[in-house]
Structure formats: C-alpha cells, structure tokens
C-alpha cells in the first residue's frame, strides 16, 4: 500500500473514531484534542465520504484483487461504515428535539423540506431572499458591531433573534456560528443580528456589550421593520452565557435560547447566569451535545434543573446523542432538524409575549 493511502485512511479514521466515542474528560475546557479531530467528520460526514473517496481511489483502482487490494479495501470499508453511522445518528436529534419540545402547552415543531444540496454542499453561499447589513455601530470600541440579515422585502413589526458568538471570551467572531440559522429565520420574516463583543477583557466588559447590543436593536427595530418589544437572545458556548445573563437581567428579551452553552463562573468576579436565576425568567431553550467535550452536558443539565425549580416560564433542555460542541457552525443534517425547533421555540415565545402585553 501507498504511504499517501495509509496516511490518509489513518488520519480519516482517528477523525472517524473521534466523532463516534471521543473519550469524555472529567470537567470542561476551552480545548480539548478529541473535539479538533472529530467535530468536522460528525457534523459533515457526507463530505467525509467525499473525502474518503478521492484519497482511497487510486489505490483501490489499481492491482485489484490481491491480498494487498483486500486489506485495503477492508480499512476503507470499515472507516466508511463508520462515517455512515455518523450520518445515520444524526436522525436522531429530530426526535430528541420534538420529544423535549412536547412539553410546552400550543407548540408545535413543523417538518421543513431539507434543503439536501446544502446539507452535501455546506460552503455554498447563503441563500437568496436575504440581505445584510455590516457592521453596524453599537458602541465606540472596534469590536462593538453587529451584522443585520433582513428579509429582501422589508417586513412589519418582526420579530427579533439577536445571536451572540462563542470562543471562551477570548477569540471568535460574528462571522462564525449561528450563521445558517440566522439566514433561515431572516428569509422566513425575522429581524436578525450577530454581534460582536469585547474579547480578552474582563467579563464585565463582554455583558456590557451584549446588553448595548440589545439596547441598539431596540432602539433601531422601527427602521429595520421589525418590533422591538419581540426580541430573541441566543448565543453558542461563551455566548450562549452572555444570552443566559441578558435574558434573566433585562426584562425586554421574550426568550434565550443557548447552544452547547457554558454558564458556570467566568472572571475575577465569578460571574454565573446561575446567581441570575428568578421566578419571572423568560422560556428558555437549551440545546446541547451528549459528547460534548468542550462543555460537558452535565453543566447544561445543572443549569436548566436550576432554572427549572424557580422560573415560571418552560425551560427545555435538548441533549442531542452523538453531537459535539459547535453544532450551527455548518448546514447539516442534525441543524436543519435544530433550526425547525429553535424557529418554532422562538416564534411560539413571541406569539406568548405579544399576546401577553
């Protein structure tokens, strides 16, 4: 066998195993190796297959039926049926999601075609229908602005999702994550923003920020067609802790929703969305990974079970088998079943709010 071949299938197999049965460490961090090697793979297993396929082809199309070819073939088959059962598990989290969802009095979550060609194609460009506007000033620091999807036709009164970045306070940016989702919801009549925050600066400074990202929504909705009294907060990881301490603090924000979200302590003042917690918090959505190796889903768990002993307001946890940290980075198969929910989540909670003002 090629050196090129038995590289590549090796590296395609850790990456494989990775994604299947990461080993779980005991807390969570802001790295971890296993997440690296596997979080493509598990999120994208059709173009793994891809992969797979151009890197296996020229060994396996040349000395067929030698004893070389069989052993080769037999690693290709094996790492293949496990990219296929990567995307076979991804069915899963629909389920999971509609099941967790259930308990929440008039909600229900529709089954929306799949867009198949941006499931198998992911870096497609976005899709039509939406435009957005960059950049938009929020504060006078660099990072202090936010990017705006809209509907091509200008809406009336929409309602508003606001979505704040992950990357541990440290890196990430409003270009990634949240995306996809962001540009579903805006092409269906929503108002929608990614905002950008202080980064490597203490932890104060970052919920500032995401509240002047709120305030400046709000104070902006009218122009933007959209209603400001029907505002959404969301966020992944890091940000999914700056969405959970919006919307516990301010009661403008009609529901939070948190991916693969970190709310334990963070800064020199240990600040948590746990000390937030109170009876007249909003509905809460909480989505998170079981192989979760960034943030265990045990901290998800802890959250939402605190949130749920006070709050008056649903709070739903979704723990989807075999999904790792960063799950709305990309279009795929487990989103696009994430997006149905989180849309019907939303909508439902601003239909509640504007009924009840």
């Known amino acids: 066998m090629q050196t090129g071949f038995v590289t590549s299938l090796a590296i395609l197999a850790l990456c494989t195993f990775a994604a299947l049965r990461p080993p779980m460490p005991r807390r969570s961090s802001p790295s971890d190796v296993w997440f690296w090697l596997g ?3 598990n999120e994208q297993p059709f173009v ?3 992969v797979l396929a151009l890197s ?6 040349t000395d067929v039926g030698g004893p070389t070819w069989w052993l080769a073939a037999a690693l290709t088959a094996a790492v293949a049926c496990g990219m296929a059962a990567l995307a076979v598990r991804t069915r899963s989290a629909r389920g999971v999601l509609e099941a967790a969802l259930a308990e929440v009095p008039d909600l229900r979550v529709p089954r929306r075609p799949l867009p198949l060609l941006r499931v198998l194609l992911p870096f497609l460009v976005p899709r ?3 435009r957005r506007l960059c950049n938009r000033r929020y504060g006078t620091a660099r990072s202090q602005a936010l990017d705006v999807y809209l509907p091509r036709r200008r809406p009336d009164g929409a309602p508003v999702l606001l979505y704040f970045h992950g990357g541990g306070f440290t890196i990430g940016s409003k270009l990634i994550g949240g995306l996809p989702l962001l540009y579903r919801l805006a092409a269906d009549g929503w108002v929608c923003a990614s905002a950008n925050y202080r980064l490597r600066t203490p932890y104060p400074n970052s919920l500032a920020d995401a509240r002047a990202a709120v305030a400046w929504l709000r104070a902006h909705a009218r122009e933007l067609g959209a209603d400001p009294e029907l505002l959404v907060v969301a966020g992944g990881s890091a940000g999914a802790h700056l969405a959970a301490t919006v919307a516990l603090t301010d009661d403008a924000v009609s529901a939070a929703i948190g991916f693969y979200g970190y709310y334990g302590e963070v800064g020199g003042d240990r600040a948590t969305p746990h000390a937030h917690v109170h009876p007249a918090a909003p509905p809460f959505l909480l989505v998170h990974g079981s192989l979760d190796t960034l943030v265990l889903a045990a901290d998800a768990r802890a ?13 739903v946890l979704a723990e989807l088998p075999g999904t790792q940290h960063n799950f709305d980075v990309l279009p795929s198969l487990r989103l696009h079943a994430i997006s149905d929910a989180v849309e019907a989540f939303a909508r439902w909670a601003t239909v509640r709010r504007d009924r009840d003002r």
């Open 39 to 41: 979080w493509f793979v």
């Open 303 to 315: 959250f939402a079970a605190d949130l749920a002993r006070t709050s008056a307001a649903p709070v």
């Open 56 to 61: 296996t082809y020229e060994t396996l199309a």
């Open 48 to 50: 793994g297959l891809a």
């Open 128 to 130: 039509r229908g939406v």
